[in-house]
């Protein structure tokens, strides 16, 4: 046993200041929700453990990547050709050929829909299944009045749970200047916001601003003086610290006395060919050749760093992470957002990492035994126009997309529903965000009836749609 279980954990709640530990308090309380140890049951309804929920911000062209429409005027099918997959009759983009080999572990929804034309009010209602109280708009930033992102309602929901970090988001936060509602707890408050681990896209590796000990504080000093500390409380009542102010201190120290989280970050621990199997772009570069990149720092993040999120993904579910969001790009008009030059971006750019870093994952997951109990999730804002437009690009088109499901009980190879002949509306089977929201809460064993409540103490359901159950094998 680990000198920090033989402790007694009472001994470290009161200990006497943070600043101690080289952690202030202030910034020890913008750390948030924090546990400390996943139970080792889970209830009989609940079908998986953890979620990888893959974000594609800005939009991928449904008809361009996973419902071709090879029939169509070729105004409406566009450059690319189709390819045979590990599924029988189902074909995709000929850009996507190792996702192409692991079909049969994936399920497509093809008529997800839904009404907000604008990239801030459509990640808002994709990242919570709610559709944002402002109305459908183009610019507008967190609020206070924000639905919860999934993470933080699983969070909520299982609040009795000890969970070290219950929700994590990575590389960053979407959109510069407004931060892109929807990636937060919302409400919920401080208590429930992601662990937010950043890229670098200079070393390639990832920062979470986790606590640490000192450097003349080590582990022994550190329980001496807990020790220490709970000798003074018990002999002399001083300092009487409030039961909320407690629990403070006791994730700080399931923080500092656990390297779990710490050690699930350094990618160094890979082997360099699991590193290439995922696939990275150099350091630093800026992918000047991209027209719509400028040099940017940020695209050069989400470009190097696409391969490595999803493995980084990997290991936090490993380590117990329930909860994992991955931010595919950052800003608006530097992603997915095509509206002009759609199919050599996609070709040059955009599909062929992502298509390496998801196959990675899937068959990554799967060869370790964790795709049984890992929903992976991945999808965008809404899809593009099936018209082809003047500039050789695909504009917003909520009305019909595609959403990616794998793990857990999804039935691999499986076509849930369908679009027109065109690829501009649902054809059978409509779905929406709320509905996704539904289904990932039902695999957890959230009983949908769960209420999360607002700064009024009002109570709203965890989710208002329902669950695909067709998807469950």
């Known amino acids: 046993m680990s000198r920090s279980a033989q402790v007694n954990r009472r001994n470290a709640l009161q200990v006497g200041s943070l600043g101690l530990l080289g952690v202030s308090l202030p910034r020890f309380l913008r750390l948030r929700d924090v546990r400390a140890a996943i139970p080792a049951g889970v209830p009989p309804q609940q079908r998986i453990r953890s979620c990888i929920f893959i974000f594609y911000y800005g939009g991928p ?11 169509a005027p070729l105004e409406i099918r566009g450059e690319f050709k ?10 995709i983009c000929e850009h996507l050929p190792r996702t192409a080999r692991v079909m049969h572990k994936v399920a497509l929804v093809r008529s997800m829909h839904h009404s907000m034309r604008g990239h801030d009010s459509a990640s808002y209602i994709s990242l919570t299944g709610r559709e944002p109280m402002v109305g459908d708009n183009q610019n507008f930033g967190e609020r206070p009045d924000s639905f919860p992102c999934y993470g933080a309602c699983l969070s909520h929901a299982w609040r009795d749970r000890r969970v070290l970090v219950p929700h994590a988001s990575l590389p960053f936060v979407m959109n510069n200047n407004l931060q892109n509602p929807g990636q937060t707890a919302g409400f919920l408050g401080q208590h429930y916001q992601p662990l937010l681990i950043q890229g670098d896209p200079a070393t390639l590796a990832y920062n979470a601003g986790l606590p640490r000990l000192s450097q003349d504080m080590g582990r022994e000093r550190f329980f001496q003086r807990a020790a220490l500390r709970q000798a003074l409380e018990d002999n002399t009542g001083w300092p009487a610290h409030s039961p909320s102010m407690n629990v403070y201190y006791e994730r700080a120290f399931d923080l500092l006395g656990s390297d779990v989280v710490r050690d ?4 160094q621990q890979e082997s360099a060919a699991m590193r290439e199997f995922y696939g990275h772009g150099p350091a630093g570069q800026k992918y000047d050749d991209d027209p719509h990149s400028q040099g940017n720092v940020d695209l050069a993040i989400a470009r190097n760093l696409r391969g490595f999120n999803l493995l980084l993904a990997r290991r936090l579910v490993e380590a117990g992470v329930p909860f994992v969001s991955v931010y595919d790009y950052k800003q608006q008009g530097k992603n997915w957002d095509t509206h002009k030059d759609n199919f050599r971006l996609h070709r040059d750019h955009l599909l062929p990492p992502a298509d390496q870093a998801y196959a ?20 965008g804002e809404f899809g593009r126009t099936p018209r082809i437009n003047h500039g050789a690009g695909r504009d917003h088109w909520p009305d019909c997309y595609t959403a990616l499901l794998a793990g857990g009980p999804i039935k691999g190879g499986y076509i849930h529903g369908a679009s027109d002949r065109l690829g501009a509306y649902p ?17 957890f064993g959230v009983p949908l009836s769960t209420t999360v409540h607002d700064l009024g103490v009002r109570d ?10 067709a998807l469950f094998g």
């Open 61 to 71: 062209s449904h008809t361009d990547t996973f419902d071709m429409k090879p029939d």
């Open 82 to 91: 189709s390819i045979s997959t590990s599924v029988p009759g189902l074909r």
């Open 264 to 267: 699930a970050l350094d990618l």
């Open 360 to 379: 990675a994952l899937i068959e990554d997951l799967d060869q370790r035994g964790l795709l049984d109990t890992t929903l992976v999730v991945a999808v």
């Open 427 to 443: 054809d059978a089977d409509p779905v929406t965000p709320s509905d996704l929201a539904a289904t990932i809460f039902t695999l």
């Open 460 to 469: 709203y359901p965890i989710a208002t749609g329902k669950p695909i159950e």
